[in-house]
Nanobody, 116 residues
Framework: QVQLVESGGGLVQAGGSLRLSCAASGTIFSFNVMAWYRQAPGKQRDLVAVIRSGGMPNYADSVKGRFTISRGNAKNTVYLQMNSLKPEDTAVYYC??????????WGQGTQVTVSS
């Protein structure tokens, strides 16, 4: 079955940077849509950034100009470069992929903690 595995989370001071990675396995098809979501304690899971095949990426207003989503050269990999991190960026970050029949796949999540 399809599995998404994230890596790259951790603890960083405000103003620092982190790069998250996500690799999908278990399918021979390429996902047209891959995205990053985040969920802070007590809050809902929100979209951070999404990238579609052949399209421009889209970002949440709160991360525009600081975060960059990109697809890797390897099939079904996606990255999230996070710069100028703020304490309010602290959350569990989840990788998401949408299949050809609009089924959603999720990674297990990676913790990002930004200290002030």
């Amino acid at each position: 079955q399809v599995q998404l595995v994230e890596s790259g989370g951790g603890l960083v001071q405000a103003g620092g940077s982190l790069r998250l990675s996500c690799a999908a396995s278990g399918t021979i098809f390429s996902f047209n849509v891959m995205a990053w979501y985040r969920q802070a304690p007590g809050k809902q899971r929100d979209l951070v950034a999404v990238i579609r095949s052949g399209g421009m990426p889209n970002y949440a207003d709160s991360v525009k100009g600081r975060f960059t989503i990109s697809r890797g050269n390897a099939k079904n990999t996606v990255y999230l470069q996070m710069n100028s991190l703020k304490p309010e960026d602290t959350a569990v970050y989840y990788c998401n992929a949408v299949g050809s029949r609009y089924e959603n796949y999720w990674g297990q999540g990676t913790q990002v903690t930004v200290s002030s």
